[in-house]
Nanobody, 116 residues
Protein backbone atom coordinates (compact mmCIF):
# COMPACT_ATOMS: atom_id res chain seq x y z
CA UNK A 1 0.00 0.00 0.00
CA UNK A 2 1.40 3.35 -1.01
CA UNK A 3 1.75 6.25 1.38
CA UNK A 4 2.47 9.44 -0.48
CA UNK A 5 4.33 12.36 1.05
CA UNK A 6 4.35 15.68 -0.79
CA UNK A 7 6.52 18.71 -0.25
CA UNK A 8 7.55 21.92 -1.97
CA UNK A 9 4.45 24.06 -1.82
CA UNK A 10 5.04 27.72 -1.03
CA UNK A 11 4.09 31.32 -1.69
CA UNK A 12 5.69 32.59 -4.89
CA UNK A 13 5.34 35.69 -7.04
CA UNK A 14 3.92 35.54 -10.56
CA UNK A 15 6.58 34.40 -12.98
CA UNK A 16 8.37 32.44 -10.30
CA UNK A 17 9.12 28.73 -10.05
CA UNK A 18 8.53 25.91 -7.61
CA UNK A 19 9.33 22.23 -7.58
CA UNK A 20 6.96 19.84 -5.87
CA UNK A 21 8.09 16.41 -4.70
CA UNK A 22 6.12 13.28 -3.92
CA UNK A 23 7.74 10.23 -2.44
CA UNK A 24 6.67 6.88 -1.05
CA UNK A 25 8.49 4.26 0.94
CA UNK A 26 6.08 1.47 0.16
CA UNK A 27 5.01 -0.63 -2.77
CA UNK A 28 6.48 -1.40 -6.14
CA UNK A 29 6.81 2.19 -7.28
CA UNK A 30 8.02 1.29 -10.75
CA UNK A 31 4.61 -0.11 -11.73
CA UNK A 32 2.68 2.96 -10.58
CA UNK A 33 1.22 5.50 -12.91
CA UNK A 34 1.71 8.80 -11.07
CA UNK A 35 -0.06 12.11 -11.38
CA UNK A 36 -0.43 15.56 -9.90
CA UNK A 37 -3.87 17.04 -9.40
CA UNK A 38 -4.83 20.41 -8.03
CA UNK A 39 -7.87 21.93 -6.42
CA UNK A 40 -8.49 25.64 -6.15
CA UNK A 41 -11.04 27.08 -3.71
CA UNK A 42 -14.57 26.55 -5.00
CA UNK A 43 -13.40 24.45 -7.94
CA UNK A 44 -13.26 20.77 -8.73
CA UNK A 45 -10.04 18.85 -8.49
CA UNK A 46 -8.33 18.72 -11.87
CA UNK A 47 -5.56 16.69 -13.43
CA UNK A 48 -2.40 18.72 -13.97
CA UNK A 49 0.18 16.21 -15.16
CA UNK A 50 0.75 12.49 -15.38
CA UNK A 51 3.69 10.17 -15.89
CA UNK A 52 2.98 6.53 -16.62
CA UNK A 53 4.99 3.62 -15.27
CA UNK A 54 6.91 3.53 -18.57
CA UNK A 55 7.72 7.25 -18.43
CA UNK A 56 5.16 8.74 -20.79
CA UNK A 57 4.09 12.21 -19.68
CA UNK A 58 0.98 14.23 -20.39
CA UNK A 59 -0.17 17.67 -19.26
CA UNK A 60 -3.27 19.78 -18.95
CA UNK A 61 -3.43 22.41 -21.66
CA UNK A 62 -3.27 25.16 -19.05
CA UNK A 63 0.23 24.10 -17.92
CA UNK A 64 1.81 22.81 -21.13
CA UNK A 65 5.17 24.42 -21.74
CA UNK A 66 5.41 25.64 -18.14
CA UNK A 67 5.26 22.49 -16.01
CA UNK A 68 7.43 19.39 -16.25
CA UNK A 69 6.77 16.11 -14.46
CA UNK A 70 9.48 13.52 -13.93
CA UNK A 71 10.11 10.38 -11.91
CA UNK A 72 12.97 8.39 -10.43
CA UNK A 73 11.97 4.81 -9.69
CA UNK A 74 15.09 4.17 -7.60
CA UNK A 75 14.18 7.07 -5.32
CA UNK A 76 10.44 6.26 -5.48
CA UNK A 77 9.85 9.92 -6.17
CA UNK A 78 8.09 12.12 -8.69
CA UNK A 79 8.59 15.83 -9.15
CA UNK A 80 6.57 18.60 -10.68
CA UNK A 81 8.71 21.49 -11.86
CA UNK A 82 6.50 24.54 -12.23
CA UNK A 83 7.83 27.56 -14.10
CA UNK A 84 6.33 30.91 -15.03
CA UNK A 85 3.70 30.49 -12.35
CA UNK A 86 0.48 32.45 -12.65
CA UNK A 87 -2.07 33.47 -10.00
CA UNK A 88 -4.49 30.95 -11.53
CA UNK A 89 -2.06 28.17 -10.58
CA UNK A 90 -2.90 28.82 -6.94
CA UNK A 91 -4.32 25.62 -5.48
CA UNK A 92 -3.67 22.67 -3.24
CA UNK A 93 -1.62 20.19 -5.25
CA UNK A 94 -2.15 16.49 -4.65
CA UNK A 95 0.03 13.57 -5.59
CA UNK A 96 -1.81 10.52 -6.94
CA UNK A 97 -0.65 6.94 -7.46
CA UNK A 98 -2.35 4.25 -9.51
CA UNK A 99 -0.81 0.79 -9.19
CA UNK A 100 -3.22 -0.50 -11.81
CA UNK A 101 -5.58 -2.37 -9.50
CA UNK A 102 -8.66 -1.26 -7.62
CA UNK A 103 -6.77 0.80 -5.06
CA UNK A 104 -5.70 4.36 -5.81
CA UNK A 105 -3.72 6.54 -3.45
CA UNK A 106 -3.64 10.26 -2.66
CA UNK A 107 -1.22 12.43 -0.78
CA UNK A 108 -2.31 14.95 1.80
CA UNK A 109 -1.77 17.93 -0.49
CA UNK A 110 0.61 20.86 -0.54
CA UNK A 111 -0.43 24.50 -0.91
CA UNK A 112 0.87 26.55 -3.81
CA UNK A 113 0.03 30.25 -3.73
CA UNK A 114 1.00 32.57 -6.55
CA UNK A 115 0.59 36.18 -5.56
CA UNK A 116 2.44 39.47 -5.68
Amino acid sequence: QAQLEESGGDLVKPGGSLRLSCTTSRGVFSIYDMAWYRQAPGKQRELVAMVTHDGTTSYADSVKGRFDMSRDNNKKTVWLQMNNLKPEDTAVYYCYADPGGDNKYWGQGTQVTVSS
